[in-house]
C-alpha cells in the first residue's frame, strides 16, 4: 500500500511530463506560424511595385502618368520588363491588364502582386481645317498637349501671328508659313486664332490645317505579379 | 518489512528527480540547440530581406532620371544596427546591392534600379549612419555608399526626385 504511493508521485510526474513538453510542443508551432505570417517577401514586393509604376509612367508604354499605351504593353517581351524595371531581372513575371494577362513567365504562379489604378489610352489622330477667307479661328478639344499647325496662305495674305487662348504661340512679321508644332495647356480647350494682314486686293484667303493627337482613355487595373 | 518501504520511497522519489533532470536537458538541448537559433535566423533572414529592398528603394530614390550634370545630392538611409545581434554590411556592386552578414542564411542581393549606365559602389557598415552620395558631371552620375557623421536630408538644388 505504501509502494502504491510512490508510485502515485510517479503517475503524477509523468502527467506533469506529458503537458510540459505538449505545451512546449504548442509554443513551439506557434512561434512557426508567426514566423511564416510574417514572411511578406519585400523583394518580390519591390519588384512588383517598380515595375508597375515603370509601366504606368515610362515613356515607352505610357502616353503620360497614369496612362498606358495599350499597343505597347500587349506587345512586351520580358526582356522590355528587365530594362523597364531591372529589380525583376531573374525572377517570374506575370502583367495583366484589364484581367488579361499581357506577359508571363512560364513560372509564375503564386507570388507577390501589386495592382494599380491606370487609365488605358488608344490614340485618335485628328484634323481640322480652315478656309481664312470664311474662318480664322480653330478649337482644339482638352486633352491634347501638342499640335501641328499647318499655313498655307495664298499670295496676297499673311498670317503674321498664331494665339492661343490669346497668348502669342506663333509670330512671324514676313508671315507664318509651313508647318509648325506647338505645345498647349491640356487642361482645357484652346482656341487657335490667326491673325491675318492683307495686301492688294484686300480679300483674304488660304488655308490653315491642324493636326492632334487626342487620348481615348478608360479606367483599368494593371496588376503586376513578381514570384522568385 | 520496513526496510523495503523505506526503499521504495527513495527510489520513487530518485526516479522522479532523474525524470525531471532528463526532461530539463532534453528540452534546453532542443530548445537553444535547434530551434531558436533557427527562429533567430529565419526572423533575421526577414530583417535583411527588409532591409534590403528598404535600402534599395532609397537609392533607387536618390538618383534623379533626369539630366545628370549638376547633381549633388544625399540622401540619408536608416539601417538596423544589428540583424540578429550582429553586425553586417551593405556593399553596391555595379548595379547590385549585396548584403553581408556573417551568420549562414541571411543576406541577400537584390538589383538596383539605376538609369542605364549608371553603376553604385562603395559599403556601408551598419552600425554608422548611411548616406548616399549622387554626384552628376559631365562623364554621367556616380553613385556611392559613404558614412556619414553629419548626414542630411536631401542636398542640393538640382534635379527632383522621381515622380
Known amino acids: ?228 | 518489512m520496513s526496510d523495503e518501504r523505506a526503499a521504495a520511497s527513495v527510489v520513487g522519489k530518485a526516479l522522479e528527480s532523474v525524470v525531471l533532470v532528463l526532461l530539463i536537458g532534453v528540452l534546453a538541448t532542443m530548445l537553444f540547440g535547434g530551434v531558436l537559433p533557427g527562429y533567430r535566423t529565419a526572423a533575421g533572414a526577414e530583417v535583411a530581406d527588409r532591409t534590403l529592398a528598404g535600402a534599395a528603394g532609397r537609392i533607387d530614390r536618390a538618383v534623379p532620371d533626369g539630366d545628370p550634370w549638376g547633381v549633388d545630392r544625399e540622401l540619408r538611409v536608416d539601417l538596423p544596427d544589428t540583424i540578429r545581434g550582429r553586425r553586417y554590411e551593405l556593399r553596391a556592386t555595379g548595379r547590385t546591392l549585396v548584403l553581408d552578414h556573417p551568420a549562414a542564411g541571411i543576406g541577400g542581393r537584390a538589383r538596383l534600379d539605376l538609369p542605364a549606365g549608371v553603376r553604385a559602389s562603395g559599403t556601408w557598415a551598419s552600425d554608422t549612419p548611411a548616406v548616399v552620395r549622387v554626384r552628376g558631371d559631365r562623364d554621367g552620375l556616380r553613385v556611392r555608399l559613404v558614412a556619414g557623421p553629419n548626414a542630411v536630408g536631401v542636398a542640393g538644388a538640382n534635379g527632383g526626385g522621381r515622380p
Open chain 1, 1 to 228: 500500500m505504501n509502494r502504491h504511493r510512490g508510485q502515485g508521485t510517479l503517475l503524477a510526474t509523468a502527467v506533469a511530463v506529458v503537458l510540459l513538453v505538449g505545451a512546449t510542443t504548442l509554443g513551439v508551432a506557434m512561434a512557426d506560424g508567426a514566423l511564416h505570417d510574417a514572411d511578406r517577401r519585400p523583394l518580390d514586393r519591390r519588384a512588383a511595385a517598380t515595375l508597375a509604376e515603370r509601366l504606368s509612367t515610362a515613356n515607352a508604354t505610357s502616353y503620360r502618368d497614369g496612362v498606358v499605351r495599350s499597343d505597347r504593353v500587349r506587345n512586351l517581351t520580358a526582356a522590355d520588363l528587365g530594362r523597364l524595371a531591372p529589380p525583376v531581372v531573374g525572377r517570374d513575371v506575370r502583367v495583366r491588364l484589364d484581367g488579361k494577362t499581357v506577359v508571363a513567365s512560364p513560372d509564375a504562379a503564386g507570388g507577390t502582386t501589386v495592382r494599380r489604378a491606370v487609365r488605358v489610352g488608344r490614340p485618335r489622330h485628328e484634323r481640322r481645317q480652315a478656309d481664312l477667307g470664311r474662318r480664322r479661328n480653330l478649337t482644339v478639344p482638352a486633352g491634347v498637349g501638342r499640335v501641328r499647325i499647318y499655313v498655307a496662305s495664298d499670295e496676297n495674305t499673311t498670317v503674321t501671328t498664331v494665339l492661343a487662348d490669346d497668348r502669342p504661340v506663333l509670330h512671324a512679321a514676313a508671315g507664318v508659313e509651313g508647318t509648325a508644332v506647338v505645345g498647349l495647356a491640356r487642361y482645357d480647350p484652346t482656341r487657335l486664332q490667326f491673325v491675318v494682314e492683307t495686301t492688294g486686293n484686300g480679300n483674304v484667303s488660304g488655308r490653315v490645317r491642324i493636326e492632334y493627337r487626342r487620348i481615348d482613355a478608360r479606367p483599368a487595373v494593371l496588376e503586376v505579379t513578381v514570384d522568385d
